[in-house]
């Protein structure tokens, strides 16, 4: 069959590093109904509104005539076709209409027109006839005209006239998706209820294009619009949403393993819905369709074979059940049985759907996209991604809302209702009797009689140690701190040991795969903080026929975490001994082979394990044990990923894959990266035998102590289990079940072929192992306990190790004691030559092959080399130099000056990394740093902050730890760190894992927009981490108008890092720079945007390969460090460091001798070495370098130290990084032009001029009328900029500036306000109201004469004021989810909120005069909640054990009530009124939060001041560590 | 690691007690006061001073390559018996360097960056005295024996380290001394005081329960009683290893230098052992009653010292030719290179006069041949070489010199010029990168081949050239080769 991307499209073909598999879109969408369920053309052009609204949530390309795709949906205008069709057509209902895309060419279109009528014949079905659908020449950009199809309606009829309604619907559903099959053509509908109108086209271009949408007769009582944005700029006009069923906002994280399933799934469907023969309709998801083209598939199907659309929805996205005791018990029965059915797809999702007669909307569990909605009193219902996107009479909305996560909204246009949420959900949950089916079928593996356990002998498990190649490291590092802790142990500066595939030696077959992770186009998910959306339990044993439901559906064993003891395993194996579960059955394969046959051996017992696995489950097997135990002389472990994936996948194929579940049970799984990787390639538990061994015996031993065996082996398989969780969290997935088999990692490393054949759909770009080497691998390790001369030498159980902590017999490092000290005293000494030692033996280890860039040559000989005198200067090379974020917290302030000074006299840019500045170096020319960077913390993100950068960095992910948020351990947080973060002292602060800003593209894209208003004169940085895919993501940026992207190798260093983040996550820097340089490229887009890259950057030969891959600007950071004093402790995290580098502690930090000079000498050394490779190379600056891979060829002239790393690298194939696209006309191979901000469009302009006066003066006041609209982004932001610029950050006295507005404010509506602006308006406003509020005052009514329907209703949307530091927000109304998250010190009033409010929160007072969701005060360390009528369920249950909960404190009444006062003055809020009417009933019903260790610390400060001391001071800070931490 | 803030908590080190400087001068006993076991308390907290670098770079100093973060976590642990297997895993014989080894790991260890190191060597031997105290040094015989016979010649450290991971690789390994006595310069060289030999006895001991066989008397190459052949030694062995030290004195070449009363610090020192083994049956070098003036300021001008005081001197003068080195590390020699710094070793805490910058022109010798002084002139540096300034010459009275000016290289006479081994210009074996000599089937390790050393370098080119002999005779090895052939330490 014809991949979607392959009809009407550019996508290119999968070239270079380049795979279009890696594309992902987000956008906005809405919906326009009325209840009255006339068809009416208002609603058409109501809708075309919202999507011209919400044009700035799509984007274009290179051509700005070239949208990313945009759509309508509406129901079938039947009146309309009625006239313009020239057909008779029968009776609404009794037939079918649909748009074809056919090809131009006359060929093609009449192959898809005579197979339409071919099968619709087959199908019992008349063509009624076609027409030409109208659309305007010229309008698209020439990409999209290149591509577009010509457009046929075509009518469809039962042949006699017998079927109508569903029965009809089925048939034409059989003949479109046979005739898709079967031809090149796409229908974008085909049905007898509803149409589909879309394209390649911008929002703006939709109806001039189809000009059938402006005709007045074209009618319909409901509209489904969307507006793509998409990360490339390849036109796909199938891809423009909506889809068949419904428009999606959002990202399928696990769309692999959904569609594999669905696949595999197909073995076992059944229905009769759609007449005999259901297989002619498969398969069910089409191959190259998008996540959302897959899920609406899935959903149609489920829909037209019996279930509604809401309860395919249901089944599909379903809430978080699994932990919410307080669920409606029918409702979480239904979700347990479907679960047996349906693993979620799982992501951010708001999926507007329509069946034509309903319409709705769903949320994905977390919320994670916003959808509002307005209900008129003409009973129109407008729904969207922003409020205010149609522009209707504000007096004339009766209710307003939000869909809150995981709630269905739906309209029943035949009812003319709205269908309460519960209500509906109550109805689809109790239709059958889903609770009595689990109760009865449904068996947990804790139900399951105990085994005896069974002990192993110490020198069976080393012998078995060294068969599966554990290191002493290993031991030591890894398994004895989770036996231990319970918890995955943390690392510091990333690391710097070859890639598996580079290594000479033996690598475990995990070794060569790395994570995947959430980086922009969907968020990480926050596991601990928000652990009420995830679930590790996952149901196992055989599914049924997916299109059915009956009680043995539910016939499965459940489990409560994916990592099983021995002993568990034992119970699971004899589940069939015991009479109750006799109908289970459990079958174990041995996943051995006689190691003296090599691959051939190896290769015939994989196979042998499939088939064995095939007539297992033929015999009634329920679930499979892969098994690697009884390894002997002879017999050796197949890698256990190896055989899961090899069986997975042929289960997939032979159709058997939900028939039982995989278990397995392997001795080289230790790390939580081990275990990922299976359950990610299909097992539904693992094992760790021999880990659990090892831990045993580690407890035996005393390594670890103070606990029993039994309790380390329970620590290890938490630490495993929460392990795995991150790892899916770091993916943006939620459940264990969807999680299995998704697949979400990139190979580097392994062949094709090996790839095609045992991990098919995994994407591998630089070729690699086979079979063989995996082979010699397993050898080599099976030697090592079976030695071929029978000879153990003594005193050397285990192999040292050396992946963490250098050591001589252990794997190379690129920092060495030589290197260290080379380049310690080169630098020191200033002497060139020293220098040239150090990158001689960098450079000579990289020419080891350690790196890809090692594998690479300069051209040298190729061009003739000009004299060094005609290269540009150091000075110039020298500004293209950064150093890489690190926080000040993370290192000293005495490092931290150091880099910036160093880089401020060289013209370069150090990074302030997160955590702010103290405003004495902001100011400071010589000491600030360069760029400013907003993490997902915001500390000290102020308007101050940003205004006096130079550049802002967003970081989007971090090289050591992609996917993963940051912490600050309430030890090092000293009070000058706390002061520069906006904190209390001796408090931990966290860094949660996602922007609470950026869910999506378009976030970035608006959080970009933020920063650029708060500085228009910076450059914005995007920092990305490098994998599969990165290319595509930059793209996506470089399209939000970002002016650098930065791809960050995965070895970049940090203060502290979980060790499976720090070794698996991400890809070198290589790949990601090539791939960002080919991509951007191919997409036209590469000279509006810098790149910059990263990632254990230490000599010139390193910024020169850099350049010449594409890199105009390079970071370095270890190596600055070393040259400060960093000897590569790796201890950062403890805050020991002894060269006062990495600590907060003044008495090491006395220690501390680094010097800016040093730093300068080391830039200007490597800047002298740039010169000589470019001398060399003959070119005249680093521009002339930028993109000219032609210059660098493989190296043939080294060889591997060993045999086995030399058959390792045989397979590699670095040609797709040297590959260099085509360039567009007009592109350029480097930045040459800037982006366009649009900054000129901000409403801010004349408000700044009417401001102008107050702010010079420095005095007086002003007030400013005027009017917003949904289209105008962080409204206010450039005015505050002005003022704090003006002011040199003093800002101005409250109020000095009020704006009077209305209307409907945009996002990130009055982003950084400082002191002294006060924003007042009457209307509503989006998402990120007040975000990063820096001293302003925001106030938000719904305005006199709006009723009291609106009281307290939705005013805001998700995430108001993340970050804020001070001033005050107040809203009267709801706001939506995450309600001032990281807030640190302002004031915020609301009148109810959603989900996890006030997460994170560190300072400052958040007062809610209304309902509030649940997860409240997540990770909340400091500030102080004021609650009405607390619901305490509502609360964090693990963080509520430290809050402090009590009615509000005397001292804190008159804060209360004044800022309940100020609330009501400001917005005129209803309630505010009614509640101040009597204070004593207020005060009672108000209960007050705040974390206990915040109150004694605060404590502990005010005494100090009132005894006149310095809060700061030694005996202050030691006092609150006593009482904190004592 | 146990206590990331070890350091933080134990600021300074603490090293065994010394016996006081009268009683030690009575015996040739150590000059540690005994291990006890309640001391060790203060060495487990020394080994948590250990940091557990990233980049440990006493593992790197040592050229063992010495696991030293891990066992100073193991014996901050208390698991002593771990530690002692860890410490083996590197090192054959941490009895002889946790004594006698300068410990260029604690020069290089991180906390020296700016604190006083860890007390590595004193952890190291704490180890080891405990493990053979506790019966955990037992004999690890090969399970199986390769049929192939290895012939190590000389049985000091280098030797000794071939031959016992050789034997333990399962070939038939004998080791051939020339001396009565096994240890070479472990025997000889180092003064009981400092290295009791019994501690040479109990290795030995277990070299021979692992198979090791050992042959002493046996002048390979030469031309006495006990002489064996260099074909027979050939013909005898598969493969040969040359580990016969280098055993040249550096000479002075002054006038007078043939008088009576000045011997080469290695002729006396080893009488000296001898003596204290009670198997010296001629009229011993003795310093007793004697005017004693050592030429060397070195490692073995201590050694002769403390030797020179037990024998009852009546005055004993070090005369170094160089600048009284700094006491601490100066920017020329940073951390963590090895430096050269001024040293009070127990012997010079024992007595004696210490003079710098002093060049021996000539020695006065009495009318009985024997020499009565030394003209000592004031060094002078030209072109970087030290030559004495003219016209400062003064006499300093002697009646016994001991020149302790180092070796040139091996004795080539006998074994090494019949074998036909290449040599250097230096005095050395020549060898590949696989420490084969010039003759196939011979390979060479120690100081014959880097020239004169440290014990550790010597072990550790025993261990590598094992690996290198075992590879040879079986076609691969799994044997540690902790040292490359020509390998140094680093250096500015």
Redesign the interface.
């Known amino acids: 069959m014809l991949p979607l991307t392959s009809r009407f499209s550019s996508l290119p073909a999968a070239q270079g590093l380049y795979r279009p598999d890696s594309e992902v879109d987000s956008c906005g969408v809405a919906m326009i109904a009325t209840l009255r369920g006339t068809p009416q053309h208002r609603i058409v052009q109501h809708a075309l509104e919202a999507l011209r609204n919400l044009d700035h949530r799509g984007a274009v390309g290179a051509e700005e005539n070239t949208g990313d795709g945009t759509g309508i949906m509406v129901q079938l205008p039947d009146a309309f076709l009625r006239e313009v069709s020239g057909l008779d057509l029968p009776p609404l209902g009794q037939y079918a209409a649909g748009i074809a895309f056919v090809p131009r060419e006359a060929d093609g279109r009449a192959a898809v027109l005579e197979t339409l009528e071919r099968v619709a014949a087959e199908e019992g079905l008349r063509l009624l006839g076609t027409r030409e659908v109208p659309v305007t020449d010229g309008l698209v950009g020439p990409s999209a005209e290149e591509v577009r199809p010509d457009f046929v309606q075509v009518f469809l009829a039962d042949a006699r006239a017998e079927r109508t309604g569903l029965e009809l619907e089925r048939a034409v559903f059989a003949t479109r998706r046979r005739v898709e099959h079967a031809t090149e053509g796409y229908f974008p509908s085909l049905s007898t209820r509803v149409m589909v109108y879309k394209g390649m086209l911008t929002p703006v271009q939709l109806d001039e294009f189809y000009p059938d949408l402006r005709d007045p007769r074209f009618a319909s009582a409901l509209a489904i619009v969307h507006s793509r944005f998409s990360t490339n700029t390849f036109p796909a006009w199938a891809l423009a949403h909506p889809f068949r069923t419904l428009a999606h906002n959002g990202e399928i994280n696990t769309v692999i393993g959904n569609r594999n399933r669905v696949r595999a799934a197909e073995g076992s469907m059944a229905t009769d819905a759609f007449g005999e023969d259901f297989s002619r309709l498969l398969p069910i998801t089409t191959p190259g369709g998008s996540d959302s083209a897959g899920l609406d598939e899935v959903a149609e199907l489920l829909h037209l074979s019996g279930r509604s659309l809401p309860h395919a929805l249901m089944m599909l996205v379903p809430e978080p059940w699994e932990n919410d005791e307080s669920m409606d018990p029918d409702l979480r029965a239904f979700y347990e049985f479907h679960a047996a059915l349906q693993e979620p797809w799982d992501g951010p999702a708001a999926v507007v759907f329509s069946d034509g007669t309903q319409v709705g909307a769903r949320l994905d569990r977390n919320g994670l996209r916003p959808l509002r909605y307005w209900v008129m009193e003409d009973d129109l219902v407008i729904l969207g991604s922003e409020t205010g996107v149609v522009d209707v009479p504000r007096s004339e909305v009766v209710r307003t809302g939000r869909i809150a996560p995981g709630e269905i909204f739906l309209l029943d246009l035949e009812a003319g209702e709205i269908v309460p949420s519960d209500e509906l959900k109550h109805e689809i949950a109790t239709a059958r009797p889903y609770a009595t089916w689990v109760k009865e079928q449904k068996v947990a593996l804790g139900d399951l009689p105990r085994r005896e356990h069974i002990s192993h002998s110490r020198s069976s498990v080393l012998r078995r140690q060294q068969t599966f190649g554990y290191t ?1 490291e290993e031991l ?1 590092v890894l398994l004895a701190p989770m036996a231990a802790k319970g918890a995955e142990p943390l690392g ?2 990333g690391t710097d040991t070859p890639i598996a595939v580079l290594s000479d030696r033996p690598r475990l077959l995990f070794d060569y795969f790395t994570q995947m992770f959430a980086q922009v186009t969907n968020p990480p998910l926050d596991s601990l903080r928000e652990e009420i959306v995830t679930s590790l339990g996952v149901s196992i044993g055989r599914s049924r026929n997916l299109l059915d439901a009956t009680p043995q559906h539910a016939r499965q064993l459940s489990l409560d975490a994916p990592v099983l003891d021995s002993d568990q395993l034992a119970q699971l194996l004899a589940v069939d001994a015991h009479p109750a579960t006799a109908d289970f059955h459990t079958v174990r394969l041995r996943g051995l082979y006689p190691v003296a046959g090599g691959t051939a051996a190896l290769r015939a017992r994989l196979e042998e394990i499939c088939e064995e696995a095939v007539a297992a489950i033929d015999d009634g097997a329920t679930f499979l044990v892969l098994s690697d135990r009884d390894t002997n002389q002879v017999l050796a472990p197949i890698p256990s990923l190896l055989m899961t994936s090899a069986v997975q996948h042929h289960l997939v194929r032979t159709g058997r894959r939900t028939s039982a579940a995989l278990v397995v049970e392997a001795g080289d799984v230790r790390e939580v990266h081990h275990a990922a990787l299976l359950i990610g390639y299909g097992a539904s538990a693992v094992t760790p035998y021999l880990a659990m061994e090892s831990v045993e015996e580690l407890v035996e ?3 670890v102590s103070d606990l029993s065996p039994e309790q380390a082996v329970a620590n290890l398989a938490k630490s495993l289990s929460k392990g795995v969780l991150k790892i899916m969290s770091k993916m943006g997935i939620s459940t264990v079940a969807s999680y299995r088999g998704a697949q979400i990692f990139e190979a580097v490393g392994l062949s094709q072929e090996l790839v095609d054949t045992w991990f098919p759909g995994t994407i591998s770009r630089i070729g690699g192992i086979d079979l063989e080497v995996i082979a010699e691998e397993i050898a080599a390790r099976h030697a ?1 306990a079976h ?1 071929v ?8 159980g285990l192999p ?1 190790g050396g992946e ?6 252990g794997e190379p ?1 690129l ?4 290197s ?2 080379r380049l ?2 080169s630098t ?2 200033r002497k060139y030559d ?1 220098f040239r030692a150090y990158t001689d033996a960098v450079d000579e280890q990289h020419e080891r092959l350690m790196t890809i860039r090692g594998l690479l040559r300069l051209r040298t000989d190729d061009s003739p080399a000009i004299p060094l005198e005609e290269v540009e200067p150091v000075e110039s090379i020298t500004r293209r130099f950064m150093t890489g974020a690190m926080s000040y917290g993370s290192i000293s302030q005495e490092a931290h000056e150091t880099l910036a000074i160093a880089m401020n006299r060289l013209g370069g840019m150090s990074n302030s990394g997160e955590g702010g500045e103290d405003p004495e170096r902001l100011h400071d020319p010589e000491r600030r740093s360069a760029i400013k960077q907003i993490a997902s913390g915001r500390f000290g993100v102020t308007s101050e902050y940003l205004t006096f950068a130079r550049d802002i960095q967003i970081k989007m992910a971090q090289g050591a730890k992609p996917g993963e948020g940051g912490q600050l351990p309430p030890e090092k947080v000293y009070p000058w760190i706390a002061r520069t973060r906006h904190s209390t002292p001796g408090i931990g602060l966290i860094s949660p894992p996602p922007h609470h800003d950026i869910y999506s593209i378009e976030d970035l894209a608006q959080l970009i927009h933020d920063a650029k208003s708060a500085n228009p004169a910076a450059r914005v940085h995007v920092k990305l981490v490098s994998r599969f895919g990165v290319g595509t993501v930059a793209t996506g940026v470089s399209k939000a108008h970002a002016d650098v992207v930065l791809i960050s190798g995965h070895d970049g260093g940090t203060g502290a890092s979980p060790l499976n983040s720090l070794k698996h996550a991400g890809t070198p820097w290589e790949l990601g720079l090539a791939e960002t340089q080919q991509t951007l490229l191919l997409n036209g887009l590469r000279d509006r945007i810098t790149v910059q890259v990263d990632g254990q950057m230490k000599t010139g030969r390193d910024v020169v390969i850099a350049a010449l891959l594409g890199a105009e600007e390079y970071g370095f950071a270890s190596a600055p460090l070393v040259v400060t ?1 960093c ?5 950062c995290h ?1 805050d ?1 460091c ?2 006062g580098v990495a600590t907060q502690n003044p ?2 930090r006395a ?1 501390y ?1 680094g010097r800016a000079e040093h730093v300068v000498t080391f830039f200007q050394f490597v800047a002298e070495q740039v010169r000589e490779h470019l001398a060399a190379l003959g070119l005249r600056s680093l521009d002339e370098a930028i993109g000219r891979t032609d210059l660098l060829a493989l190296r043939e002239d080294q060889r591997a130290l060993t045999a086995l790393g030399e058959a390792k690298r045989e397979g590699l194939d670095l040609a797709a990084v040297l590959a260099a696209p085509e360039i567009h006309p007009g592109d350029f191979p480097r930045r040459r032009r800037g982006q366009d901000h649009g900054l000129e469009k901000a409403p801010d302009h004349p408000w700044i001029a009417a401001a102008e006066e107050v702010i010079d003066a420095r005095a007086g006041t002003v007030r400013i009328p005027g009017q917003v609209r949904n289209i105008d982004r962080s409204a206010g932001t450039l005015l505050g900029h002005e003022v704090t610029r003006r002011t040199d950050g003093a800002g101005l006295p409250d109020d000095a500036i009020v704006l009077e507005l209305t209307g409907t404010g945009g996002q990130s509506f009055g982003a950084f306000l400082p002191r002294g602006v006060s924003m007042h308006l009457t209307g509503d406003a989006n998402d990120y109201v007040g975000k990063g509020l820096s001293g302003g005052v925001i106030a938000v009514g719904h305005g006199a004469g709006t009723g009291p329907s609106l009281t307290s209703a939705p005013i805001a949307g998700n995430t108001c004021a993340y970050g804020a530091t001070s001033g005050r927000l107040l809203l009267a109304g709801a706001a939506g989810e995450r309600f001032g998250v990281r807030n640190s010190g302002a004031t915020l009033v609301v009148e109810g909120i959603g989900d996890h409010g006030a997460e994170y929160m560190t300072g400052g007072a958040v007062i809610v005069l209304g309902p509030t969701g649940r997860n409240l005060g997540a990770g909340m360390s400091g500030g102080t909640l004021f609650v009405l009528d607390l619901d305490p369920s509502c609360l964090n249950p693990a963080d509520a054990r430290g809050f402090s909960v009590a009615p509000v404190r005397e001292e804190h009444r008159g804060f209360v009530l004044e800022a309940l006062r100020d609330h009501l003055a400001r917005t005129g809020s209803d309630r505010a009124a009614a509640l101040l009417a009597d204070e004593e009933e207020l005060m009672g019903r108000l209960t007050e939060i705040a974390p206990r260790a915040f109150l004694t610390i605060t404590a502990i400060r005010d005494d100090a001041v009132a005894q006149g001391l310095d809060p700061d001071a030694n005996d202050v800070w030691n006092e609150i560590m006593e009482a904190t931490h004592g | 690691m146990a206590d ?2 070890g ?2 908590r134990t600021r300074d080190r603490e090293l065994p007690a010394r016996r006081p400087v009268p009683v030690r001068l009575m015996d040739w006993r150590e000059v540690y006061e005994a291990r006890e076991k309640g001391t060790l308390s203060v060495v487990s907290r020394q080994a948590g001073r250990c ?7 006493c ?3 040592c050229p063992l ?1 010495n ?1 030293i ?2 066992w100073n976590d193991l014996v901050y ?1 208390d ?1 002593w018996e ?1 530690a002692a ?2 410490l ?2 590197t090192n054959n014989f941490p009895e002889f360097t946790g004594r006698a080894c300068p410990a260029p790991c604690e020069s ?1 260890c ?2 020296g ?3 006083p190191p860890v007390t590595i060597k004193n952890v190291e031997v704490s180890i080891i005295d405990r493990a053979f105290e506790e019966g955990w040094v037992r004999p ?1 015989p ?3 024996h ?1 049929g192939r016979s290895v012939a190590v010649v000389g049985s000091g450290p280098a030797g000794l380290a071939a031959a016992q991971q050789l034997t ?3 070939h038939a390994v004998v080791v051939l001394e020339k001396d009565d006595r096994l240890g070479g310069l472990l025997r000889y060289g180092i003064p009981e005081f400092k290295l009791e030999k019994r501690h040479v006895d109990r290795r030995l001991a277990q070299m021979r329960e692992e198979g090791t066989r050992f042959r002493t008397g046996v002048d390979v190459g030469g031309t006495g009683e006990g002489a064996l052949s260099v074909e027979e030694l050939r013909s005898r062995f598969d493969a040969v290893v040359l580990a016969t030290g280098a055993n040249v004195p550096r000479e002075l070449a002054v006038p007078g230098r043939d008088a009576a009363g000045i011997h080469p610090a290695m002729d006396y020192l080893t009488q000296a052992n001898r003596l204290v083994e009670g198997d010296w049956l001629g009229e011993p070098i003795s310093a007793e009653g004697r005017d004693v003036v050592i030429i060397g300021g070195g490692d073995t001008g201590a050694d002769c010292l403390g030797t020179a005081l037990r024998q009852g001197a009546r005055s004993v003068t070090t005369l170094a030719i160089g600048t009284q080195p700094p006491s601490e590390r100066d ?1 020329s020699q ?4 090895h430096p050269v710094l001024f040293e009070v070793s127990t012997a010079h805490e024992e007595g004696g006069d210490r003079s710098y910058l002093a060049s021996t022109t000539g020695f006065e010798v009495g009318p009985d041949g024997a020499v009565t002084g030394l003209r000592v002139a004031r060094t002078q540096f030209v072109d970087g070489r030290r030559v004495p300034t003219p016209g400062t010459d003064t006499v300093l009275p002697a009646t016994l010199v001991l020149i302790a000016m180092g070796f040139t290289g091996a004795r080539e006479q006998g074994l090494l010029e019949q074998l036909g081994v290449e040599m250097t210009s230096r005095g050395t074996v020549v060898h590949d990168g696989s420490w084969a000599t010039s003759v196939p089937g011979v390979f060479t390790a120690g100081d014959c081949a880097r020239g004169q050393s440290l014990i550790v370098w010597a072990i550790a080119e025993g261990r590598s050239c094992a690996a290198a002999v075992d590879e040879h005779l ?1 076609g691969g090895s ?3 080769r ?1 040292v490359r052939p020509g390998e140094k330490p ?1 250096t ?1």
């Not at chain 1, 000897?1127 to 201890?1131: E, F, G, K, L």
């Not at chain 2, 940091?51 to 770079?57: D, E, K, S, T």
């Open positions: 002493e030591r510091a500066m031993r005393g390594v090592l030695p001369d029978g000879v153990h030498p003594p005193h050397r040292v963490y902590q250098w050591r001589r017999e490092h920092f060495t004691p030589e260290v000290f310690q005293h020191r000494a020293e004093g000897v590569m402790m790796r201890v403890l020991t002894p060269v008495e090491l220690r001798a | 990331p803030r350091f933080l940091m557990n670098c990233g980049i440990p770079f593992h790197q100093g390559g696991l973060p891990e642990r698991d771990e297997e860890r083996h895993a290089s991180v906390l960056i700016n604190q690890v090969a399970t199986r390769t333990r690789a399962g920017e940073p951390w963590p290179t079986m799994s044997l540690p902790p680093v500015v």
